[in-house]
T-cell receptor
């Protein structure tokens, strides 16, 4: 299972774009990259998943370079409600795959 | 709402008592996972089921912990002779199956406090 490294914390202001980068140097060929958001006292919430290049949905974009050794979650125009912990996970959902969470990135959005 | 549900949401118990938590996964999801999360840490994997079969257990799951998924639908996690170190949020997640893109969807968790 690939280990991931993320910044421990980030601060941003409302309306700004926030980019959180995750390093996963030993990602395997079959691994996907998945990001979750977690608010206090709630379960993690799926944000976005990708394998390569760029993926975009209604809440975020995920940028993955060709070597796939890192990925960047991009949150456009953040608001106070985006204050949360963001987790990057890599793995293959097939087989006996289980998620290995790190400590995540604590994003604080300031007014 | 047809998401993952967990009951109870909060449980306070005295050391030495037994507790049981329930998880109802998203309908037709074949896989069900249990995680434990302590303050300031990410969730830690405990065990998972493929339908009714328990396929993997973490070493975190001591002999005092047992999980079941008798009919491949809901699951229960029981902790016997609770200890203060068991105080944590217990999270349940489910996923559809074995496809590479079958992501896990988490429930709201059960907060256990052992006095």
């Amino acid at each position: 299972l690939a280990k991931t490294t993320q910044p421990i914390s980030m601060d941003s202001y409302e309306g700004q774009e926030v980019n959180i980068t995750c390093s996963h140097n030993n990602i395997a060929t079959n691994d996907y990259i998945t990001w979750y958001q977690q608010f206090p006292s709630q379960g993690p919430r799926f944000i976005i998943q990708g394998y390569k290049t760029k993926v975009t949905n209604e809440v975020a974009s995920l940028f993955i370079p060709a070597d796939r050794k890192s990925s960047t979650l991009s949150l456009p125009r953040v608001s106070l409600s985006d204050t949360a912990v963001y987790y990057c996970l890599v793995g293959d959902n097939r087989g006996t795959y289980k998620y290995i969470f790190g400590t995540g990135t604590r994003l604080k959005v300031l007014a | 709402d047809t998401g993952v549900s967990q009951n109870p949401r909060h449980k306070i118990t005295k050391r030495g008592q037994n507790v049981t938590f329930r998880c109802d996964p998203i309908s037709e999801h074949n896989r069900l996972y249990w995680y434990r999360q302590t303050l300031g840490q990410g969730p830690e994997f405990l065990t998972y089921f493929q339908n009714e079969a328990q396929l993997e257990k973490s070493r975190l799951l001591s002999d005092r912990f047992s999980a079941e998924r008798p009919k491949g639908s809901f699951s229960t996690l029981e902790i016997q002779r609770t200890e203060q170190g068991d105080s944590a949020m217990y999270l349940c997640a489910s996923s559809l199956g074995e496809a590479a893109t079958d992501t896990q969807y988490f429930g709201p968790g059960t907060r256990l406090t052992v006095l």
